[in-house]
Each structure stands twice: as C-alpha cells, then as structure tokens.
C-alpha cells in the first residue's frame, strides 16, 4: 500500500501497511521482542528493536505518508520529538524560537540547549522583521509552532520557510494541533515536522508519543542515526495503540472541529467570557492567514474570563471535561494554561506574553456539543 497518490482519509486508515505481511493479520501485531533472529546467519530487515521493529514501522511510515516525508520516526513522547529534532543543531549554534511556545519546548530550549551549547533567540515569530534582525552568523535553525498555543497566534510558515532556505537555516514546525490532516508543513517549505502524538494522532489521552518526519533524504538519514543511537524510541504497545488511533483521526477531528466551532460562537457572546481565541471565527485576527496554510481551525479554543474569581468555580463545577494539560483526546480537555500546561514559563513572562490567570483552553472531544455548553454553562455565572 506504499502509495503518496491517496487522499489523507484513506491513508490514516491504511498506513504504509494495511496487514501484516507475516500473517495478513487486518492490524500490525504488536511485535513484542527486543531482538530478531538471524536467519542461516544472516540479519534480517529487523535485528534490534532500538534501531527498528513492524510495530514501529507502522506509525513511522504513517507519519511519513501523512505529511510527505521520506521517512518518519516515532518516539516515546512529544518532547523526545522536539528534542531529538533538534539534535541536528550541534554546540554553538543558534536557533530562533517563538516566545509563545509550548510550555515544555520552552522548557527544554532555555534551560537544557543552552547547557549543549546552544543559544536560542525567543522572539515574535509572527513579525518576519524580527526573525531577520534576530540571525546572526551562527544561527542554524528557526523553530514554529501554527497556531501558537494557547494564544493562536498565526506565523506565516510559506514567509518563514522562504526566509530559513535563503539564509540556509534548518526550519522546525511543531503541528501538534493541526495534524497533517489539516496543515502539511512539509508541502509549504518546512524541513523537520514534529507531533506530540500523544494529542490528536493518538487521540484517546492513552498514550505518551511522539513523531518527526522530513523530505529530506539526508536528514532523514542524520535524525535515524540519533533516533537508533540515542534509543527514546516508541515503544511496539504503543506503536499499536498509535496506529489504531491515527484510522480514526478524520472523524475524530472533525468532530471536535464542529465542536469548537459551536462553543466558540456561544462563548463569545457569554456574559461572564471577556475573549475567545479561535481561527473559526469571522474576526478571528489570523484568519485569512491560518486558512492560506490550513483547511480547518482545529477543535482548540481558548477564552478568557472576565472576572479570575469566576475560575476556581468553573474548574470545579463542570463534569464532563478532563480538568488537565492536554489536548486530542475523544472526551474534552479543559486546561487552565496558567497553572497546567503553561506553569513551567515564569509568571512575569506568562503575563507579558499575554497568558493570564483569567485564561483557559478547551480541547473539544466527540461529546454531543449541547451536553458540553450545558456543563459550561452550569460552571459560568450567567450574570
Ligand atoms: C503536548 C505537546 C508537546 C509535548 O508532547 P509530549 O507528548 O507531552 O511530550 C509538544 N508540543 C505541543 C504543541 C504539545 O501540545
């Protein structure tokens, strides 16, 4: 089934391998051994688990068909993702980065590079102007995340890739929250995609994952070489449970996306909701510019509460959402960014940013969209 020619829905449920050439089981085993065989004395396609398995191969050429890679990689989570993209920087170099980022990339790029010898730069990286001020003769990478979370903040990724191709800069884009379902980084420029696919792709909030891909032949061949030498490598139970997850990724999102979409609008208009950030509405500030580089707004929104006395109630009384960090899963998340996915950034930096305590995500599930306004609703004062 190893074909670039089919539509996004029938490679999510077919994958690079749609039985088990062994058996022609109808789903990839989970091929629970550490170590294969050596037939008449000879190694076969696969010798050690670290350097590769089926299991493993099933979601890393998923992730590769998805996104118009050559080659993916899967990881045991997100951040082993982002950190071993990033091995292809070496000590001295420098990379720009968004100042509003996931809470655990800016963890591990301003606390753990710099002691590798890499600088990072944080900067608006919506502004093209100040990603240009910010190169210098060691920079080697720029690093995107569109939409930013939990702000949607809009970054051109065409704009930015053109700039890191004529500078000969590496470029990253984490596209967790889109999928390549609705944005395919790759297509637009973009060297290395990476996912936490413990969100969407996974999509159940039963597994810790991770997944990187790239159109080039020779990276690909570097981030391998990392991947097998540095061993942070998904694990064949959840390589299995990932590539369930990923055939049903279409409904699921779109399902989430009429969700969002839905509560969104009524949000907006909620006495007790002073903002609601989401690509889907019409006065959305990034809307021309997130529907040029994606097909759909994605099932995130974030709002903002007027009155911070109003939070520990909500948090409290609604039923239905997760309270948690996290996002993708079939039953709706709702995070308090301040205190949970955003609580590793320094307070003075959460409040410059524009990240307040008023402010919550909701990663919206498959529920019946009225079960969740009527939960939201009997959480929010209607004053
Ligand atoms: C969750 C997340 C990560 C980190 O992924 P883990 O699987 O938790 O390690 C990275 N980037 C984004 C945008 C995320 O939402």
Request: proline share 6%; charged share 20%.
């Amino acid at each position: 089934m190893a074909s670039k020619t089919y539509r996004p829905a029938t490679l999510l449920v077919h994958q690079g391998n749609d039985r088990d050439p062994a058996t022609g089981a109808s789903a990839i085993p989970i091929y629970q051994a550490s170590t294969y065989h050596h037939f008449e004395g000879k190694p076969g396609e696969y010798d050690y688990a670290r350097s590769g398995n089926p299991s493993r191969q099933q979601v890393e050429d998923a992730i590769a068909l998805l996104e118009g890679g050559v080659r993916g990689f899967a990881y045991a989570s997100g951040m082993a993702a982002v950190a071993s993209a990033l091995s292809l920087l070496h000590s001295g170099d420098h990379l720009i980065a968004p100042n509003d980022l996931y809470g655990g990339t800016w963890r591990y790029l301003s606390l753990i590079l710099p002691d590798q010898g890499i600088e990072v730069s944080f900067v608006d990286i919506t502004d093209l102007q100040q990603i240009e001020d910010a190169i210098r003769p060691s920079t080697r990478g720029i690093f995107l995340e569109t939409p930013s979370n939990p702000l949607f903040n809009i970054t051109d990724i065409r704009a930015v890739a053109a700039i890191a191709k004529e500078r000969g800069l590496l470029s990253f884009l984490d596209n967790t929250f889109m999928t390549p379902l609705l944005q395919r980084p790759l297509d637009l420029g973009i060297d290395v995609v990476i996912h936490s696919a413990t969100k969407f792709l996974g999509g159940h909030s039963d597994i810790l994952a991770g997944l990187a891909t790239t159109a080039n032949p020779e990276l690909a061949g570097r981030l391998k070489r990392f991947q097998n030498a540095f061993g942070a490598v998904l694990a064949p139970f959840d390589c299995f449970l990932l590539s369930r997850g990923i055939k049903t990724l279409k409904l699921r999102l779109e399902a989430g996306q009429q969700g969002a979409q839905v509560l969104a609008e009524r949000l907006q208009n909620h006495p007790a909701v002073a903002r609601v950030w989401f690509p889907g509405l019409s006065d959305f500030a990034g809307r021309d510019l997130h529907f040029s580089q994606a097909t759909g707004p994605g099932a995130v929104l974030s709002f903002e509460l007027k009155d911070k006395g109003d939070i520990a109630p909500l948090l409290q009384q609604v039923r239905l959402p997760i309270i948690a960090p996290s996002l993708g899963g079939v039953e709706t998340i709702l995070t308090h960014c301040w205190s949970m996915s955003h609580a590793a950034i320094p307070a003075a930096t959460k409040t410059a940013l524009g990240i307040n305590e008023t402010l919550l995500r909701i990663s919206v599930g498959i529920e019946d969209v009225e079960d969740l306004w009527e939960d939201l609703c009997q959480g929010l004062p209607a004053r």
